[in-house]
């Protein structure tokens, strides 16, 4: 079977569906028509499937020998964004838009789906099993977690992890990569502080809040300017603060919420304990009490270099060494397809979709977001070729 030449019959019929998921948008949790129109995909082509984390599918294709499972993860969700644009497809649902690439990488993945079964089939010698991730949520409740919590990556266990994310920034016909940390993990920061109240004329009989609340925030900075190695990378932004009743009372409640953004759990542990001993301590020191309530979010992305290596070497082989890009420095930034790499060895790559020469260069999350579709094919291609390479380790 020539892939390449299928790939090339197949992708009209691609882009008409990345087109029709653009234009018919679904936000995250909401995803039923987009389940229902990635069912009869598969469906279609004799790929078995079923429903996982409410609003998100799985399929499989079965090789005719046991051997390496590889499994591969597209989001489906759509961001809260009204869309501005002229094109065919914009879309048609007001407050709901593909803004992050969603649509795209739905697409790829059915077209690799569609292009497997068919290797599968022909192919009497095929051992091993491919799974295809269509996860709702990311950009939300973290889709990725409820699929592995539900059994995703078991019967068949996964070995290897591939995903990938369409960025505008990179022409399509590029891709970039990168070892190691690639995303941060993330928790949400609570703190609650208590003073005592008094009339303001009058400071001196109450233990303002506010003034406990000024000294924590401009502590908190100290954290990464004087524990944190410059040669790391953390991020403490405290983005939310609510206190006082009157403005001439001196206010006995304080409640603060932010983010913590860390490369590796050594790093995210550390900061934690930090946080805690600067707040209760800081908030003592001035007469008040004070604690912190950490919600954890998603784990910091660290890809596998086995599985990078696949990547950059089916990438040079296809897009020519001159159109790979290495990301110099990780993105404190979150993906929830750490959920996966976590459980499998695993590596997350960026596909160019760019067109900077006509103007799609949009960045992700705006109301002007587009691709260059031939990204699409693109994507399909190096994610079969990938597959093909971890199916025969």
Known sequence: ?????????????????RRDFHKNPELSQQEFRTQKKIEEY????????????????????????AGTTVGLRGDID???????????????????????????HTSILLGVGKIMKEVADSDESFCGNVKLFFQPA???????KRMVEEGCMINPDVDYMLGLHVMPYIDAGKVELKYGKLNASTDTIKIKINGKSAHGAYPDKGTDAIVIAGNIITSLQTIVSRNISPLNSVVITLG?????????VISDEVEMSGTLRALDDDTRNFVKKRIEDMVTNTAAAYGGTAY???????????????????????????LGKENIVFKEFPSLGA??????????????????????????????????FDID???????????????????NK
């Not at 469906?43 to 090789?63: D, K, S």
């Open 292 to 318: 912190v309530n950490f919600s954890e979010g998603y784990q910091a992305l660290i890809n596998n270099d086995e599985v990078v290596d696949v990547i950059k070497e089916n990438a040079e082989k296809i």
């Open 373 to 391: 579709e031939k990204c699409l094919k693109i994507g399909i291609q190096l994610q079969v070729e990938n597959i093909l390479t971890l199916l």
């Open 138 to 144: 990311e950009e939300t409740i973290g889709g990725g």
């Open 42 to 65: 598969l469906n279609l082509w004799g790929i078995e499937n079923f429903r996982c984390a409410e609003t998100g599918v799985v399929g499989i294709i079965r090789g005719r020998q």
């Open 240 to 248: 939310k603060i609510s206190g006082g009743v009157k403005d001439n």
């Open 1 to 17: 079977m020539d892939i390449q030449n299928r790939i090339s019959e197949i992708y009209e019929e691609i882009v008409a569906i």
């Open 78 to 104: 759509a961001l809260p964004i009204n869309e501005k644009s002229n094109a065919s497809y914009c879309s048609i649902n007001p407050g709901a838009m593909h803004a992050c690439g969603h649509d795209a």
């Open 335 to 368: 993906e929830d397809f750490s959920y996966f790499s976590d459980v499998a060895k695993g590596a997350f790559f960026h596909l160019g979709c760019g067109d900077s020469k006509n103007g799609i260069d949009s960045p992700i999350h705006t109301e002007c």
